[in-house]
């Protein structure tokens, strides 16, 4: 990882605040996840349940809009997953989920916060650009359809 995003405050939330999700939520995450990825890409109810068991893992949900997994080790922080349903878009909910998810990630003691996206995933990576992050470094082909990842980071508040 090389150069990092300068701190900046997570992102201000425009939504109803997202809840926490349990192992009980598992079905309703993948159900989620099923309508935002395409058929090779989705995460199924027990992979969801054994990510969520992961130490330092943890899942935040906006009921039938949208949910948001990550992960915290030592003082590093990663984002998993971030899905919005197709009816639910542009309405704020992934911001929000990405703002909650930093905001958790910052009380767990995490300095930083990364994720990869694929560089042709435009609407996410509006998305991540506008909640601060900048690219810190990309994988070669990683993605099943050939496009690159790139690897995002920002620093969290406080640290
Ligand atoms: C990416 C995703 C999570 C965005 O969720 P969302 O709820 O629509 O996002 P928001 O409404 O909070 O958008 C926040 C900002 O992100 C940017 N953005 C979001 N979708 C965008 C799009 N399709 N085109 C351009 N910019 C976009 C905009 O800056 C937007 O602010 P604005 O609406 O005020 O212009 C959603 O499109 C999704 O689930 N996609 C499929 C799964 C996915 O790609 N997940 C991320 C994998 S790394």
Redesign the pocket.
């Known amino acids: 990882m090389s150069s990092l995003p300068r701190c900046a405050c997570p992102v201000p939330e ?2 109803a605040g997202p809840r926490s999700a349990g192992a009980a939520d598992s079905p309703a995450l993948a159900a989620l996840h099923a309508q ?2 395409p058929p090779g890409e989705r995460w199924g109810d027990d992979a969801l349940r054994l990510l969520l068991e992961m130490p330092g893992a943890y899942a935040l949900l906006v009921p039938e ?2 949910f948001v997994m990550a992960r915290v080790a030592a003082d590093e922080a990663e ?1 998993l ?6 009816p ?11 703002a909650a998810a930093l905001g958790r990630a910052l009380a767990a003691g995490a300095a930083t916060m990364f ?4 560089e042709a ?11 601060g992050f900048t690219g810190s470094g990309r994988r070669r082909r990683y993605y099943a359809d050939g496009s690159d990842a790139l690897v995002l980071s920002r620093r969290l508040c406080g640290s």
């Open positions: 425009r939504e935002a990825f809009k949208g984002i997953t971030l899905a919005v349903a197709p639910a878009r542009r309405q704020g909910v992934g911001g929000t989920l990405l994720l990869e996206v694929s995933n435009t609407a996410a990576r509006a998305l991540y650009a506008a909640a």
